[in-house]
């Protein structure tokens, strides 16, 4: 059995899903990861494994350069992992972080996955930011991105092949709801940070509040919880927006299949995972054109797109699929057949084991 060793956060969704994902394939998956597992998730899978689960440190990793300096001290740690579990690949999710230690180690195959911040934020704080980003990449074989806009990103740094292999949905599990309450229910489901724009979508729903007959869903925490609290208040609109806070991951699609438009209309975004995952339930879309979310919708066939920051054209869009449920309807399908045709997890998790088969 091929071993792989997978340096990553035990707690990410898109960590377990890729995780249990190969380890079904019939690989043998060790996590080595640098917080603590939050639950025991993967105890219960035959072919997975928290390889440092009894060394794991409870501190907190201090961010920028100095605190890349804190990997060091986990590099014995790290060699002895490599030594009792005798890995045939190692594979390093987020290249600033888990991609320093992979390439400090200096183990072959190599391979890192960029998640986003890590080539979009991270090497703009600080020319040493960058030479580590470089350096980074410079030590993998081969680099995946979940979207074509952080390949291209990402080629910016490097000279080593950049592959497109996409964070698919499982649409035999993110199926469209049965039944739909009568009232619409407009939502989103994202962290609540500036550069995801959800006081975009509130203000634009305060615009059309009197024209509709809907409320509006926000599903996250993050740290402008307060302020978009206040926000909905000055606005008017309290009574008819509804924060959930922190949800469990595993809640996320029932809360896909109780919203009728999904809104993402993000300043920033790498890639797009809610929103494919809305698609696959049937819903419309309404998506900023920022980063990779035009990526993963077509325009007018399974959603909107509109401009960052532009208030007037959300409300606008919010408003004509508000009242045309032919039009709610037809996205919908549309947006399910597409996720099904180019992002479907079946597909995209052969895509990586034909990978790391060119490679062990």
Same mark, same amino acid.
């Given at each position: 059995?091929?071993?792989?060793?997978?340096?990553?956060?035990?707690?990410?969704?898109?960590?377990?899903?890729?995780?249990?994902?190969?380890?079904?394939?019939?690989?043998?998956?060790?996590?080595?990861?640098?917080?603590?597992?939050?639950?025991?998730?993967?105890?219960?899978?035959?072919?997975?494994?928290?390889?440092? #689960?009894?060394?794991?440190?409870?501190?907190?990793?201090?961010?920028?350069?100095?605190?890349?300096?804190?990997?060091?001290?986990?590099?014995?740690?790290?060699?002895?992992?490599?030594?009792?579990?005798?890995?045939?690949?190692?594979?390093?999710?987020?290249?600033?972080? =888990?991609?320093?230690? +992979?390439?400090?180690?200096?183990?072959?195959?190599?391979?890192?996955?960029?998640?986003?911040?890590?080539?979009?934020?991270?090497?703009?704080?600080?020319?040493?930011?960058?030479?580590?980003?470089?350096?980074?990449?410079?030590?993998?074989?081969?680099?995946?991105?979940?979207?074509?806009?952080?390949?291209? #990103?990402?080629?910016?740094?490097?000279?080593?092949?950049?592959?497109?292999?996409?964070?698919?949905?499982?649409?035999?599990?993110?199926?469209?709801?049965?039944?739909?309450?009568?009232?619409?229910?407009?939502?989103?489901?994202?962290?609540? #940070?500036?550069?995801? +724009?959800?006081?975009?979508?509130?203000?634009?729903?305060?615009?059309?509040?009197?024209?509709?007959?809907?409320?509006?869903?926000?599903? +996250?925490?993050?740290?402008?919880?307060?302020?978009?609290?206040?926000?909905?208040?000055?606005?008017?609109?309290?009574?008819?927006?509804?924060?959930?806070?922190?949800?469990?991951?595993?809640?996320?699609?029932? =809360?896909?299949?109780?919203?009728?438009?999904?809104?993402?209309?993000?300043?920033?975004?790498?890639?797009?995972?809610?929103?494919?995952?809305?698609?696959?339930?049937?819903?419309?879309?309404?998506?900023?054109?920022?980063?990779?979310?035009?990526?993963?919708? !077509?325009?007018?066939?399974?959603?909107?797109?509109?401009?960052?920051?532009?208030?007037?054209?959300?409300?606008? !869009?919010?408003?004509?699929?508000?009242?045309?449920?032919?039009?709610?309807?037809?996205?919908?399908?549309?947006?399910?057949?597409?996720?099904?045709?180019? =992002?479907?997890?079946?597909?995209?998790?052969?895509?990586?084991?034909?990978?790391?088969?060119?490679?062990?």
């Amino acid at each position: 059995m091929k071993r792989i060793l997978f340096l990553s956060d035990i707690n990410s969704p898109h960590t377990q899903k890729w995780v249990s994902g190969l380890a079904s394939q019939g690989f043998m998956m060790g996590v080595f990861s640098l917080t603590p597992s939050q639950t025991n998730w993967y105890k219960h899978l035959p072919n997975v494994l928290l390889l440092n #689960e009894s060394t794991i440190s409870k501190k907190t990793f201090t961010a920028g350069i100095y605190g890349k300096l804190q990997y060091l001290s986990l590099l014995p740690q790290l060699k002895k992992v490599v030594k009792s579990f005798k890995p045939n690949l190692l594979h390093a999710n987020y290249a600033s972080s =888990y991609g320093l230690l +992979g390439a400090l180690l200096n183990f072959k195959p190599f391979i890192i996955t960029v998640w986003g911040s890590d080539v979009f934020d991270f090497p703009q704080n600080h020319f040493i930011n960058r030479s580590i980003l470089k350096y980074n990449l410079r030590k993998a074989d081969v680099i995946v991105s979940a979207s074509k806009i952080m390949c291209s #990103e990402t080629a910016k740094y490097t000279n080593t092949q950049v592959i497109h292999i996409p964070f698919g949905i499982d649409a035999n599990v993110f199926v469209p709801s049965v039944t739909k309450s009568n009232r619409l229910l407009i939502g989103t489901i994202k962290r609540l #940070e500036y550069i995801y +724009g959800v006081d975009i979508l509130i203000k634009a729903f305060a615009l059309i509040a009197d024209k509709v007959s809907a409320d509006l869903l926000i599903v +996250g925490n993050g740290v402008s919880m307060n302020q978009y609290r206040t926000l909905a208040k000055s606005l008017n609109i309290e009574s008819r927006v509804k924060f959930t806070g922190w949800i469990p991951h595993e809640q996320t699609l029932q =809360y896909h299949q109780m919203i009728n438009i999904f809104v993402a209309v993000s300043r920033r975004e790498s890639f797009g995972v809610a929103v494919l995952e809305a698609s696959a339930c049937g819903n419309p879309v309404l998506v900023s054109n920022a980063g990779g979310l035009p990526e993963v919708v !077509a325009n007018q066939i399974t959603g909107i797109i509109v401009e960052p920051d532009d208030v007037t054209a959300t409300a606008n !869009a919010l408003l004509q699929l508000c009242n045309d449920a032919a039009l709610r309807n037809s996205m919908g399908q549309a947006g399910r057949k597409f996720v099904i045709k180019h =992002y479907n997890w079946p597909d995209n998790l052969m895509q990586m084991v034909q990978l790391y088969n060119q490679y062990v």
